[in-house]
Each structure stands twice: as structure tokens, then as C-alpha cells.
């Protein structure tokens, strides 16, 4: 771990998960973001919080100043909002904790936020999607020429097919993933740490996705969603929602003079940036970084 202070989890909290134009479309990233913000704070001691850093993709303005006043914390409570497309939730907790390790802060809170319903941009293939006053959505773009832009779809096949992994191998996954959640869900695993909200038409304290965990017979009917004879199809591949998240993270100093009851200890964190045309092999540089900073191995990881 690098140099400072001593970093800890002491809060973890999410909204539901909602489909597109589904149970919370009618409920802005800031709205949602304020519901997680609110269920973590009680775990700060006197409900102290210095910072809030809170990631969104779709909106405009200052999510996290909106969110943060929202969820009741104080005018002078500083917010800030990071845009790191797919990785700006966890852009957002390097950031709180880095903060608090380097002694910029005691509590911070961070986490994600988005409506996709609201979105006003296109976050999905082609821009086709068109918003509430039918005008076509535009499409973001995630670099400059000579850079290839490819959707991250369109990206996945294709990195797929250099690395060699195949559908069969990509349905696989899924499948296990759909069933692991499918299983946490119904031994309650999620109840604690999901923050119902409020819509106009009641409660949502529920996930809507996933629906099911999808059987190997339906996974392998799907059609490629993004190229075609591509091997990345709606059942292997993320859906878009809405939802927001929010971490609690506290410098130890503050755990033990408060009496804060932390899940873990923060060992490691890190960072990395690759060719725009192949985003996913960014998630195995910024692991490996932390797994060396760690100084442990991938077998070492029980969870």
C-alpha cells in the first residue's frame, strides 16, 4: 500500500436496479444518487461527511452538489462529479480513498449514479435511440482521430475474437454470473445493503435486473447484438439501467476517535488507460497494478 494514513470501508449502499424506462425511470441520476448517499451516511459517526464524489455519465451539471444537498448533507460539505464512462464508479472510490489516505479528508462519501431513461446522451450503439421530443440522441464519443471510437460492443467483439474467446466460452460466463446473482438474491444477501425508493407509483426495493438467470438453450439462440457474426449477444452482455451507489470510506483515525464499525480495510487501489480500441484490457493492467501493490496473487482473492 502506498504511503499515508490508513483507508476503511465503513458503508456500502445501492438503490434497485431498474430497467430502461422501467420502475425508476421517472427518477433523475441526482434523485437517486441523494437515496444512496442518504442510507450511508449513518454510518459516519455524527453523520460527518467531508466530501462527496459521485460518477455520471447521461446528465449535466454537478451531480454530486445536487445529490449531496438532496441527501441533507451540509452547504459546506464539498461534491464533486467525475465523468470516467464505464469505470466512474470506481474512478470515484480511488479518488475518496486517495483523498483520505493523504490526509485531505477524514469521511468521504463516493460512488455512481445514472438514468439511463433520462440520459440525454446515447450511451449505446449507433445513436439510434431518440429522447422524449423524438430527436435523435447524440452519440459520445470516447476519442479524437486518428483513435478508433468503437462502441464498446462493437470493441468486445472484436477483442474477442484476437484473444481467441469464443461464444460458447462468453455464454459460459454469463450463465454462471445470471445464476450467482439469481442464487444472492434469493438468500437475501442483497436486503442490507439496498436502499428502497420512492417513486410516484410506490416503493421500488427490488431489483429488475436480472429477471431470470438465462439457461444455456436461451443464451445460445441470441442473436450477435453489435457486429454481425460477433459473439457478443444481448444474453452476454450488460443491460442498461438505472441505479445509484454510494461507499462510505473513513481514514483510520476518524474509525477509532468515532467508534465506526468498518466491512474492510482498503490494502490497495490503482489505475490504468489503454488503446481506445480495446477498453476491456484496461480493467487487466489497473488488477494487476493493485494486485501488486497488494502484493498478492489473483489465487490469493477469496471474494
Given at each position: 500500500?502506498?504511503?499515508g494514513?490508513?483507508?476503511?470501508?465503513?458503508a456500502?449502499?445501492?438503490?434497485?436496479?431498474?430497467?430502461?424506462r422501467?420502475?425508476?425511470?421517472?427518477?433523475?441520476?441526482?434523485?437517486?444518487?441523494?437515496?444512496?448517499?442518504?442510507?450511508?451516511?449513518?454510518?459516519?459517526?455524527?453523520?460527518?461527511?467531508?466530501?462527496?464524489?459521485?460518477?455520471?455519465?447521461?446528465?449535466?451539471?454537478?451531480?454530486a452538489?445536487?445529490?449531496?444537498?438532496?441527501?441533507?448533507?451540509?452547504?459546506?460539505?464539498?461534491?464533486?462529479?467525475?465523468?470516467?464512462?464505464?469505470t466512474g464508479?470506481?474512478?470515484?472510490?480511488?479518488?475518496?480513498?486517495?483523498?483520505?489516505?493523504a490526509?485531505?479528508?477524514?469521511?468521504?462519501?463516493?460512488?455512481?449514479?445514472?438514468?439511463?431513461?433520462?440520459?440525454?446522451?446515447?450511451?449505446?450503439?449507433?445513436?439510434?435511440?431518440?429522447?422524449?421530443?423524438?430527436?435523435?440522441?447524440?452519440?459520445v464519443?470516447?476519442?479524437?482521430p486518428?483513435?478508433?471510437?468503437?462502441?464498446?460492443?462493437?470493441?468486445?467483439?472484436?477483442?474477442?475474437?484476437?484473444?481467441?474467446?469464443?461464444?460458447?466460452?462468453?455464454?459460459?460466463?454469463?450463465?454462471?454470473?445470471?445464476?450467482?446473482?439469481?442464487?444472492?438474491?434469493?438468500?437475501?444477501?442483497?436486503?442490507?445493503?439496498?436502499?428502497?425508493?420512492?417513486?410516484?407509483?410506490?416503493?421500488?426495493?427490488?431489483?429488475?435486473?436480472?429477471?431470470?438467470?438465462?439457461s444455456?438453450?436461451?443464451?445460445?439462440?441470441?442473436?450477435?447484438?453489435?457486429?454481425?457474426?460477433?459473439?457478443?449477444?444481448?444474453?452476454?452482455?450488460?443491460?442498461?439501467?438505472?441505479?445509484?451507489?454510494?461507499?462510505?470510506?473513513?481514514?483510520?483515525?476518524?474509525?477509532?476517535?468515532?467508534?465506526?464499525?468498518?466491512?474492510?480495510?482498503?490494502?490497495?487501489?490503482?489505475?490504468?488507460?489503454?488503446?481506445?480500441a480495446?477498453?476491456?484490457?484496461?480493467?487487466?493492467?489497473?488488477?494487476?497494478?493493485?494486485?501488486?501493490?497488494?502484493?498478492?496473487?489473483?489465487?490469493?482473492?477469496?471474494?
Amino acid at each position: 500500500m502506498n504511503a499515508g494514513r490508513e483507508v476503511y470501508l465503513v458503508a456500502a449502499r445501492r438503490t434497485p436496479i431498474g430497467m430502461e424506462r422501467g420502475a425508476l425511470a421517472g427518477i433523475d441520476a441526482a434523485a437517486l444518487a441523494a437515496v444512496a448517499i442518504r442510507a450511508a451516511r449513518p454510518a459516519a459517526a455524527q453523520g460527518q461527511v467531508d466530501r462527496v464524489v459521485i460518477a455520471n455519465v447521461g446528465g449535466h451539471g454537478n451531480i454530486a452538489r445536487h445529490a449531496a444537498l438532496a441527501a441533507g448533507l451540509p452547504a459546506d460539505v464539498l461534491a464533486v462529479t467525475v465523468n470516467a464512462q464505464c469505470t466512474g464508479g470506481m474512478t470515484a472510490a480511488r479518488m475518496a480513498l486517495e483523498s483520505v489516505r493523504a490526509g485531505g479528508a477524514e469521511v468521504v462519501v463516493a460512488g455512481g449514479a445514472e438514468s439511463v431513461s433520462q440520459s440525454r446522451v446515447w450511451l449505446g450503439p449507433g445513436g439510434k435511440r431518440r429522447g422524449e421530443t423524438g430527436a435523435e440522441l447524440p452519440r459520445v464519443s470516447h476519442a479524437p482521430p486518428p483513435y478508433a471510437d468503437p462502441e464498446m460492443g462493437a470493441a468486445a467483439d472484436a477483442l474477442a475474437a484476437k484473444l481467441g474467446i469464443g461464444r460458447e466460452e462468453q455464454d459460459m460466463s454469463a450463465g454462471l454470473s445470471g445464476r450467482r446473482a439469481m442464487a444472492a438474491k434469493a438468500a437475501g444477501h442483497w436486503r442490507e445493503i439496498i436502499a428502497p425508493v420512492e417513486t410516484e407509483v410506490g416503493c421500488v426495493a427490488e431489483d429488475e435486473l436480472p429477471r431470470r438467470a438465462p439457461s444455456p438453450e436461451l443464451l445460445a439462440r441470441l442473436r450477435p447484438a453489435f457486429v454481425e457474426g460477433g459473439t457478443v449477444t444481448a444474453g452476454n452482455t450488460a443491460p442498461l439501467g438505472d441505479g445509484a451507489a454510494a461507499l462510505l470510506f473513513a481514514s483510520g483515525e476518524a474509525v477509532q476517535r468515532w467508534g465506526m464499525k468498518p466491512i474492510a480495510r482498503v490494502v490497495a487501489a490503482a489505475g490504468a488507460a489503454c488503446d481506445p480500441a480495446e477498453p476491456p484490457l484496461a480493467a487487466v493492467a489497473a488488477a494487476e497494478a493493485a494486485l501488486a501493490e497488494a502484493g498478492i496473487t489473483a489465487g490469493d482473492i477469496g471474494r
